[in-house]
């Protein structure tokens, strides 16, 4: 791909990223045209209201203190009518007044507070273009002061240094300022844009369809890295360097004007120079940003290993496998230490052609000024600020130059941030379409009065169950319904489908043929072997997912007696108490927890997955009784034949796409294991 082809598709990605935030739009409106448009109209904006300034504080100050704008604002007033006088003053009112006018013409989409942004930018760049035109003054300054130092002049060269010594007083708080609203902007879009990438990814089950576990999928990798630090570090460094390229501009333009005035050889040689150093850096660098993208995978796929050994700290301990963890830890450490081996050797190559680029530059202005000084032709303080306007030239010039190894890891986290954010709106759009889809199937297959109707039971009709992203057929044509207060025991050799004929009716997984029809959201509840225990407290777990003051501490309470977990009552009598759960309680605890849970939201139908596998017979008994007397409709998966008591019909898978229904009195488990 060429350089420049590149820099497209990521200034494409970037705009993706950013104009949601500055300017939310409609799908299919001319979104990248009104974005740019309000960007210049910015511009504009700021470079009147910038001239409406000086002008009234030259006016204002030389109405009420002449004596203080005469020593501090030397030449400033004759410029500024030179400005009035001429084009330039025109010009510049009229740009500020059509700015205007393009943020009245789009403020209907600038609502719900999307104005403080595009204020604080303005704000920044405001700043921005004060600081360069103090910057501009102190070259002048220290033209003055090499001159009177020459000319042994010792009354002017203090009065010089007052002058020197207001404009820092007055640059301070604006850079300070500066230095606070950048990165407080940078909060705010931070903030915005980790919520919508947070919504988004769990809309439609995305972060299951995502399964970041998969190691074999480069596409995506560790979402939480993307949606927390890729996020945090996009928004902090996309502000700062919008506002150094501005800076970098602002300086250009002022210094380009003053080395031009002081001989054009020079700014020539400048543009020359640069152009060449910042072609040669670029074409040196391109390495650095896929380098820098593996990093941040690579270190992303380390830490996640860690966390992984924390959170499985008991298995791994029973097990003694503390080598075989160690081993794939450092095979992960590894990936990071050779990549990033790479990474330095390249950016120490980077290094020395800046340092290069930095040190011949500084004999570029003695060069072409010293014939002319020699020839008497500008005086000795040209040199001082023909040095200052040509580094502050060169270092705008040269911003790609500088700042390469940081713009090539900016743009690895645009890819990876953007790659996960349209993958994320991808799967949503796809599942979308697929729900509509499945229920215009089910619409046409049952009539439209009857589509109309919410369904009260599962009904799974002519369905070919295939695991996404492969062709492996588990169960073909499958119809069967299973309606309010009938139990349906699936059954079959390991590996035949059963989880997955549960991830089908739980709506998890698509039918590859036919449709399912499911209960409404709430009326339908999976429970897993291993039941999800959430980050909170017991409160929290027993009311999940509901909001947690649903419930009583009685209700609570109660419900913790009725799975026979009466010692966890003892034991956290303070139901608002936080612990690391899924490490405390036993597989056994967690299974009657899951259940107290599930008495708790009191669904009409539902999906167990051996959610009884760890507890004893009795237990279990007792836990399938509390459904019946609940009139619950369920579906389970089991391997025990004590589980055949407590249903009625039998779907017996044999792995091979067949199936049968079976009653479940006198169904014989024994036998079903053999085949």
Request: proline share 5%.
């Amino acid at each position: 791909m060429s350089p420049l082809k590149a820099l497209r598709e990521q200034l494409a990605k970037l705009q993706r990223l950013a104009q949601p935030y500055f300017l939310p739009l409609d799908e299919g409106s001319r979104g990248s045209g009104q974005f740019l448009l309000l960007v210049i109209a910015l511009l504009a904006v700021v470079v009147g209201l910038t001239l409406v300034l000086l002008t009234g504080t030259v006016a204002a100050t030389g109405a009420w203190i002449p004596e203080l704008r005469n020593r501090f604002l030397p030449g400033v007033p004759e410029q500024v009518a030179a400005i009035w006088n001429g084009p330039i003053g025109a010009v510049v009112m009229v740009l500020f007044v059509a700015g205007l006018a393009c943020f009245v013409a789009l403020r209907s989409k600038l609502r719900q507070g999307r104005w403080l942004p595009w204020v604080l930018l303005g704000v920044i760049a405001l700043l921005i273009l004060v600081i360069n035109g103090i910057n501009v003054g102190i070259s002048y300054i220290a033209r003055n002061i090499d001159n009177v130092l020459v000319a042994y002049k010792e009354e002017e060269f203090w009065k010089i240094v007052a002058i020197y010594a207001f404009c820092l007083v007055l640059a301070l708080p604006i850079r300070a300022i500066q230095s606070y609203l950048i990165p407080k902007l940078g909060l705010m879009w931070r903030e915005w844009l980790s919520g919508r990438m947070l919504g988004r990814y769990l809309t439609n089950r995305a972060y299951y369809v995502l399964n970041p576990n998969d190691e074999s999928i480069e596409e995506i990798d560790n979402p939480d890295q993307r949606i927390s630090q890729d996020a945090a570090s996009f928004t902090a460094t996309s502000l700062s360097v919008t506002v150094e390229i501005i800076a970098a501009l602002l300086t250009f333009f002022s210094f380009i004007i003053v080395l031009w005035s002081i001989n054009q050889t020079l700014a020539l040689w400048l543009l020359a120079y640069s152009v060449g150093g910042t072609a040669l850096i670029v074409f040196a660098s391109r390495k650095l940003v896929n380098l820098n993208y593996q990093q941040l995978k690579l270190e992303a796929d380390f830490r996640y290993g860690l966390v992984h050994i924390r959170d499985n700290a008991e298995s791994i301990a029973f097990y003694r496998g503390e080598r075989q963890e160690q081993k794939e830890g450092e095979r992960r450490l590894d990936g990071v230490i050779v990549n990033y081996n790479r990474l330095i050797i390249w950016e120490a190559l980077i290094q020395v052609i800046q340092r290069s680029y930095d040190y011949f530059s500084r004999f570029l202005p003695w060069l072409v000024i010293a014939p002319i000084y020699f020839a008497k032709q500008v005086d000795f303080g040209v040199f001082g600020q023909a040095s200052i306007a040509f580094s502050q030239v060169l270092f705008s010039v040269s911003y790609i130059v500088n700042n390469i190894d940081r713009l090539a890891a900016f743009s690895a986290s645009i890819s990876r941030l953007e790659g996960f954010q349209g993958k994320v709106e991808a799967i949503s759009a796809e599942m979308a379409e697929f729900m509509a889809a499945e229920q215009a199937s089910a619409g046409g297959a049952m009539g439209a009065a009857a589509a109309a109707v919410r369904p009260e039971s599962i009904l799974v009709s002519h369905v070919d169950l295939v695991p996404p992203r492969t062709s492996r057929m588990l169960v073909r044509d499958l119809s069967l319904e299973v309606t309010a207060h009938q139990r349906l025991l699936v059954v079959g050799p390991s590996g035949c489908g059963k989880t997955s004929f549960l991830r089908l009716v739980s709506g998890l997984w698509p039918p590859a043929a036919g449709h399912v029809q499911r209960p409404p959201v709430g009326e339908l509840m999976f429970i897993p072997q291993k039941p999800y225990m959430l980050l909170g407290s017991l409160r929290e777990q027993l009311c999940y997912p509901q909001p947690a003051d649903r419930f009583s501490d009685g209700q609570l309470r109660h419900v913790l007696e009725e799975v026979r977990l009466p010692d966890l009552v003892r034991r956290y009598p303070d139901l608002d108490i936080k612990q690391d759960w899924p490490r405390l309680l036993s597989l056994g605890e967690q299974q009657r927890l899951a259940f107290a849970r599930l008495l708790l939201n009191s669904p009409r139908f539902v999906v167990l997955d051996e959610a009884t596998s760890a507890l004893d017979v009795a237990t279990e008994k007792a836990l399938y009784d509390l459904l019946v007397e609940r009139e619950m409709a369920f579906v389970s998966v089991g391997h025990r034949p004590t589980l055949v008591a407590f249903h009625d019909t039998v779907l017996e898978l044999d792995g091979q796409g067949g199936w049968r229904l079976l009653p479940a009195s006198g169904y014989d488990f024994g036998r079903n294991s053999e085949t």
